[in-house]
């Protein structure tokens, strides 16, 4: 996970609160991705950044909310938690080794429980 | 239909033992193809990266991709029980440089017993 953390790494919240996760990168990458992760579904997009202030919705954007206000901050918020959002979010950043920009590394996840 | 399907699983095999997994998919611009391996509680990590179609080989680890049959494969050998871990196959249209979008299928358990 060199180069990519997440805050926090687990969570429990209630229905109807807001949760806000942090993905942080010291790579300077333009390009920044939140993913989440489910039994049967795999890893499905939410939302990515392509620079400050600009991102974009994935397949599975409802619900979400993201912001981009510095290069090494990408945030993910949950306006109001619904148990269908317990999951397990991954944030990417671009590349790994010789492979280029074509491959995602992924941080370590931050694992939400909604009550 | 998904874009990528991948074997449903889980998958045990005993120690030694050749594994293959497999993806098929649907989408022709796809042209950079990815193995991820996931352990428990932990992110995925990059296995194997292979652009249009071939094999690439490393260590005990084998990718195919055929194009023609829009059908990938990761082959293990010598399976071990530090190979027990979710596989995903992933797979993105785009260039070097541009966004990385990647398409995942919904990955394979596998347990090597010893």
């Known amino acids: 996970d060199a180069g990519i953390t997440q805050s926090p790494r687990h969570k429990v919240t209630e229905t109807g609160t807001p949760v806000t996760l942090r993905c942080h990168q010291t790579?300077?990458?333009?390009?920044m991705y939140w993913y989440r992760q489910d039994p049967g579904h795999g890893l499905r997009l939410i939302h990515y950044?392509?620079?400050?202030?600009?991102?974009d919705k994935g397949e599975v954007s409802d619900g979400y909310s993201v912001s981009r206000s510095k290069t090494e901050d990408f945030l993910l918020t949950l306006e109001s938690a619904t148990s269908s959002q317990t999951s397990v979010y991954f944030c990417?950043?671009?590349?790994?080794?010789?492979?280029?920009?074509?491959?995602?590394?992924f941080g370590a996840g931050s694992r939400l429980t909604v009550l | 239909q998904k874009e990528v399907e991948q074997d449903p699983g889980p998958l045990s095999v005993p120690e030694g033992a050749i594994v293959s997994l497999n993806c098929t998919y649907s989408?022709?611009?796809?042209?950079?193809f990815m193995w991820y391996r996931q352990y428990s509680r932990k992110g995925p990590e990059l296995l194997m990266y292979?652009?249009?179609?071939g094999n690439k080989e490393d260590g005990r680890f084998t990718a195919q991709v055929d194009k023609s049959s829009k059908y990938i494969s990761l082959f293990i050998r010598d399976s071990q029980p530090s190979d027990s871990a979710t596989y995903l196959c992933?797979?993105?249209?785009?260039?070097?440089?541009?966004?990385?979008?990647?398409?995942f299928g919904k990955g394979i358990t596998l347990s090597v017993r010893p």
């Open positions: 990417a950043i671009p590349g790994q080794g010789d492979t280029g920009a074509n491959v995602l590394t």
């Open positions: 790579e300077n990458h333009r390009y």
């Open positions: 950044s392509y620079g400050v202030k600009d991102t």
């Open positions: 989408n022709s611009a796809f042209q950079y």
């Open positions: 292979t652009y249009s179609s």
């Open positions: 992933a797979m993105s249209a785009l260039e070097a440089g541009a966004n990385s979008k990647l398409t």
